[in-house]
């Protein structure tokens, strides 16, 4: 009963607050610790996770741009790629 609680817990966050507990994670902290800071230090935290989930979102729109992109110029050479399937990129 306490895992199906934390799991609607974390369902009902939406993606960017899921995205914040991630990165709070990768800095090793809790959102606790992070209340329990100085107001300086907190604020300079909270800066920091507001430019990496810019960053995560930026990288993940151009993802997406290069994948519509893909998808253009396979359908203009008469390929189709079923939606939600993977797009096949060139080669770096």
Do not use: C, H, N, W
């Amino acid at each position: 009963e306490a895992a199906y609680a934390e799991f609607r817990e974390y369902m009902d966050k939406s993606p960017a607050e899921r995205m914040r507990d991630v990165i709070l994670r990768e800095m090793g902290l809790t959102e606790e610790q992070l209340e329990a800071l100085p107001p300086e230090q907190r604020e300079a935290v909270e800066k920091e996770i507001a430019a990496r989930i810019s960053e995560r979102l930026l990288l993940q729109a151009e993802r997406e741009l290069e994948a519509a992109s893909r998808r253009i110029e396979l359908a203009v050479r008469g390929v189709t790629v079923p939606p939600g399937e993977e797009v096949p990129l060139p080669p770096l």
